[in-house]
């Protein structure tokens, strides 16, 4: 099952509650199910994600585009644009360490470039170096994607984690009771 | 419109009332009296921040630990600058919210009442004052309330008699709350469910909860009640509010009865002038009365409505300790945000001490997998200051390290108790004149002062809990007597009472000095009870925009 933000945002019924004026125009952009425009990344930053990805996330946790793009689609695009600027900056950074962009290296050498740049010893920031803003936007932000769905969490045991719409403990009951 | 620097904020023609501050309690008198037809302006120092079903920003930032809670809703600077000149560091900014909707953004939810006791304390034991009025007479105001901010409950709670029924149906216990249960069954102590103003289901146009779980400090959706429903509300009735402008004096007549009009400044740095037949303080228990102590004159030399000299004094926060246990026995499967089970058998008192005890049981998340992973493997902070030399820890590695971080013998429970905080004088809200914020004002200065009463009460519920702990046959990892956490409960500060001499308002929230300033906030409040205040609150503004109304 792919739940996640969007779907939720799908699933609640535009129809009954944008007539309220309940959801943003942005919100129902996103859940129109567009895949262009300012509400999502352009495809080099996606890529790299998706490379960044291979290397932070457990072997087991394959890694979809859609996923990536689901995960920015309800942030704003103040965040977007920062994600943005942090991928093209790792990746300039691969080029200049390796002579090859970011997504064309090996998994080890991806790692390489992490350890390097300093992204695993600094702490995550949202502004500052290269460093700490990849650290934050982007190694930070895929592990908050992964972690904030049961795609990460079932490695744990668990199957409805802060940040995702799994619904309350009782909830069907009290749907039926009422 | 959201945090728009270049909105039109010069002031409205003189309206019927002028209210500071667009929280739950200014938000439900603007619209009580804005859909009864009168003008009503709306003045916040905060944002506006964008709507529920938009708040996904806000959780980004709530979910990183790299944030505090402060950076959600963007509190802390130059704006938000205070003293803590008392005996313990009160941590202002990360229990309040400036904004449209106020510390409703971030609150936890709870919304159970206060007891007949806590309005007849001095009548009853001798200590701390009473209330001008009884809980009997604020009765049908809880119940509107529960209506207006959609608690959820049900009639279970065998300590406090209802008539009305619960808006919403309660959240169930759960299989946590069974085991806390359980264990009080055997000590001859009844639990019962927590109301909140969450929706189980959807509610006059507000989603239903589908259990983000991150309700404190956001919920992204508006599943959980905020002042801005209000505010909206009142928009819808044609109140104006103007976001980013913190009132800087209160301005008053010649003869200093009543109050002309406020002062604000914008984004762009200008100051205006509201004028308005009628004004309400709802800007919580720090920023009213500091209002207050800023708009002194030669008339008012210790602060606007300050006759009595208690605005500011009896400030009230309620002190938690929270005991943590193992048990041999697993708990909750999943992580919630919010807790379902209390404990009010330890509420209502014969004699004087131990005060009022309110338990809550805790819903603890049964691993925490993203804090970890965020600090790549780290359990704590002393393991990131270890990474320049030993790096953080991705892929395989990282999955073994949450694995490891979450170790543990059995599993870790969690019980708060709220207990009441009785007035005193010493603790207070001055203003710091060494300190000013980006406006040149001076700051306010908060002095949580506990007192004896309070900290006998903690050692009472601290030995409630921790034999509850060990009728769960769980061992006690420990109390933190020693470091109570305020519950970001902001009372006692213009207080309520029927002699000007010792009080600043009087029971239809009316300043005694002034008679078009009125006062909704839990700085009303003359004691506090072991509750948390928010449904209070609502329930006086309920009943405060009567009495305004009646003289409009």
Sequence with gaps: MTRNRRHFLRGIGLGSLSGLGLLSARSIRNSSGSTTGSSELDDATVATMVALAAVIYPRTVSVEHSFVRNYVTVLGPEHRTRIQRAARELDLAARSMMSTGFS????????????????????????????????????????????TSPKGTTLFGIDNPPGYPGGYPGQEQIMEDH | MENDRFADRRPSPPADVCIVGAGVAGGIVANELASAGYSVVVLEAGERFPPPG????????????????????????????????????YPLNSRRVKGVGGTTLHWGGYSPRLHPKDFEMQTRYGIGRDWPFSYEQLRPYYAAAEQELGVSGVDDNPFLERQEPFPLPAFPTTHTDSLFADACETLGI???????????????GRAQCVGYGTCSPVCPIGAKYSGDVHIRRAEQSS?????????????????GDSVEAVVYVTPAGDRHRQEADHFVLACGGVETPRLLLLSESDRYPAGLANSSGAVGRYFMDHPYITAV?????????????????????????????PGSIMLTFDNASPVDILG??????????????????????????????????NEKGGTTVKMHAAVEH????????????????????????????????????????????????REMGGTVRGVNLADPGPGGHHMGTTRMGRDPESSVVDERLRTHDLGNLSIVSSSVFPTGGAVNPTLTIAALALRASEAIAADL
């Design chain 2, 54 to 89: 938009d708040r996904f920003d806000q959780q980004e930032i709530a979910l990183r630990e790299s944030h505090t809670i402060e950076d959600v809703w963007n509190m802390g600077g130059q704006r938000d600058r205070f003293s803590s000149s008392g005996s313990g560091e």
């Design chain 2, 372 to 405: 970890p992973a965020l600090r790549g493997g780290d359990e704590n902070v002393w393991g990131d200051l270890a990474d320049p030399v030993e790096g953080d820890l991705w892929g395989d590695k990282l999955v073994d390290a949450i694995r490891d971080s």
């Design chain 2, 422 to 469: 009785l007035p005193r004088r010493e603790s207070s809200v001055t203003l710091d004149g060494a300190k000013t914020d980006d406006n040149g004002n001076p700051v306010p200065d908060v002095r949580w002062e506990l007192g004896t009463h309070a900290r006998e009460t903690h050692e009472t519920a601290a030995e409630i809990m921790r034999d509850i702990i």
């Design chain 1, 104 to 147: 064309s290296l090996s998994v080890e050498r991806r790692a390489a470039v992490l350890r390097n740049l300093g992204a695993s010893s600094v702490q995550p920031r949202p502004t500052g170096t290269v460093a700490v803003r990849v650290r934050y936007y982007l190694v930070n932000g895929l592990l908050v994607a992964l972690f």
């Design chain 2, 190 to 204: 009844e639990t019962h469910s927590l109301p909140q103003a969450r929706n189980t289901q959807a509610y006059e």
């Design chain 2, 325 to 353: 246990g193992e048990i041999p026995a697993s708990g909750n499967p999943n992580p919630m945000g919010y807790n379902t089970l209390q404990s009010q058998a330890f509420y209502d008192h014969d004699s004087a001490g």
């Design chain 2, 239 to 255: 109140a104006r509010v103007l976001d980013q402008v913190p009132v800087q004096r209160i301005e008053h007549d010649r003869r």
